[in-house]
């Protein structure tokens, strides 16, 4: 056929990676579901709100009006100003020239390793880690390198993990606070403590994935690492959008607060791969960088009941020990102790992945193993879902566990 027929052309930086075992699970729950199954998906992370209404009338008066054309590579005045008062409201200064808007967050971290890695460059990212983040910078030619942070310790990398990871080849440490998929966040101590291993190393930068800022819970605070290490700000480029704080995972909005000089160089990239982000949305952005907050305290304390359920649910069941996040919409538990035991079928669960597999088949439920995340023994839940759902999930979670022996 013809797309077999090229694979040969297909560059090795691409073929060498895996595909994402989220792709895979989401693809064999939608084979089931197509068969007529009953399943019950956990396995996306994108908020289950719809956009607010007055981000929506935005995009419509942005259409109306003309707002249809290329804008500056790097963002419209208005959404930098609305970028700045931001960060202003946090007591951080910005100026228009440190900030790109890309076309989501994601855009932002590859136009940044794409910007600053040179073949074999090292990026220190703790496990467990956004998928995205290895194969972006396998892409840009760099190598990621592995910490392990544990479920005990919130998933938080001690300074003595971080320093025995650093080498002359090491560019970034790449921080997700709150962390998809272990919903682990950095209070202001612990991003201090990391502040002698940076000050050892004058060649190391700090990428700082603040996706999740707005969703925390408990009386944990979140702060920026551009507020608790401002020592850093030369060599810091925050990575943020409305992705995930306004349900706008579909209008692609990311941006990135960094050095003049970086933020030039990342523009660069970004202006010969896909020019600025859409008109449409950065108008969009603005209104919801400008708008009220309401709606998103509501929806924060709706995905705070949801965590809560789903943490108790998981941790009444023998053999998964869930830590309680501080943050994001995702929980992480442990489910080492049900490695080596045996399905009603007589299959022998090696990894987190048969158990995944198991959990896919018997109960009827897709979650993600920890295995996508470099953490093996763990499995991934998204909460992003329906009460109702999730209460069903965890039932099935339950019986399903229970039966093995
Ligand atoms: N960063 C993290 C940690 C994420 O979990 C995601 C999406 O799942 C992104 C970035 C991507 O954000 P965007 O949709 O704005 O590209």
């Given at each position: 056929t013809i797309s077999n027929g090229y694979a040969g052309q297909i560059a090795s930086r691409v073929r060498a990676l895996d595909v994402s075992l989220i792709v895979k699970i989401s693809e064999m729950a939608a084979a089931r579901k197509r068969a007529g199954e009953d399943i019950i998906s956990l396995g996306t992370g994108e908020p289950d709100f719809d956009t607010p209404d007055f981000v929506k009338h935005a995009a419509q008066a942005a259409i109306d009006s003309g707002e249809t054309k290329y804008t500056a590579n790097t963002g419209t005045p208005a959404l930098k100003a609305a970028i700045v008062a931001r960060y202003r409201r946090q007591g951080i200064a910005v100026e228009p020239n440190q900030i790109i808007a890309s076309t989501g967050a994601k855009q932002v971290l590859f136009n940044a390793m794409m910007a600053t890695l040179e073949p074999g460059d090292e990026v220190i990212v703790p496990t467990?880690?956004?998928?995205?983040y290895v194969d972006i910078i396998a892409i840009c030619g760099g190598v990621p390198v592995e910490v392990r942070t544990r479920g005990e310790d919130g998933f938080v990398m001690n300074p003595e993990a971080m320093e025995a990871a650093v080498t002359s080849r090491t560019r970034w440490l790449l921080l997700n606070s709150?962390?998809?998929?272990?919903?682990g966040a950095y209070n202001r101590e612990q991003l201090r403590a990391l502040l002698p291993v940076f000050e050892r190393h004058p060649h190391l930068g700090l990428t700082s994935d603040e996706i999740y800022e707005h969703l925390v819970y408990d009386d944990f605070s979140f702060i920026s690492v551009l507020k608790a290490l401002p020592e850093l700000a030369e060599r810091t480029l925050v990575v943020n959008g409305v992705s995930k704080s306004h349900a706008m995972t579909g209008w692609r909005l990311g941006f990135g607060v960094g050095p003049v000089s970086l933020i030039a160089a990342m523009s660069t990239v970004q202006g010969q791969a896909t020019s600025a982000p859409s008109s449409i949305s950065q108008a969009a952005a603005v209104a919801a960088l400008d708008g009220p907050t309401e709606i998103l305290e509501s929806r924060r304390q709706n995905f705070w009941r949801r965590r809560d359920i789903v943490v108790a649910g998981l941790n009444a069941i023998s053999g998964l020990d869930c830590p309680t996040p501080r943050g994001a919409f995702y929980v992480f538990p442990d489910c080492?102790?049900?490695?080596?035991r045996r399905t009603p079928e007589g299959t022998v669960l090696e990894t987190d992945t048969d158990l995944c597999d198991y959990y896919l088949s018997e109960a009827g439920v897709a979650v993600v193993p920890g295995t996508a995340f470099g953490a093996p023994g763990h499995f991934r839940i998204s909460y992003a879902y329906a009460q109702t759902a999730l209460e069903a999930a965890l039932d099935r979670i339950a019986a399903a566990t229970a039966a093995l022996t």
């Open positions: 467990p880690y956004w998928t995205s709150p962390s998809n998929p272990s919903g080492t102790a049900l490695l080596g």
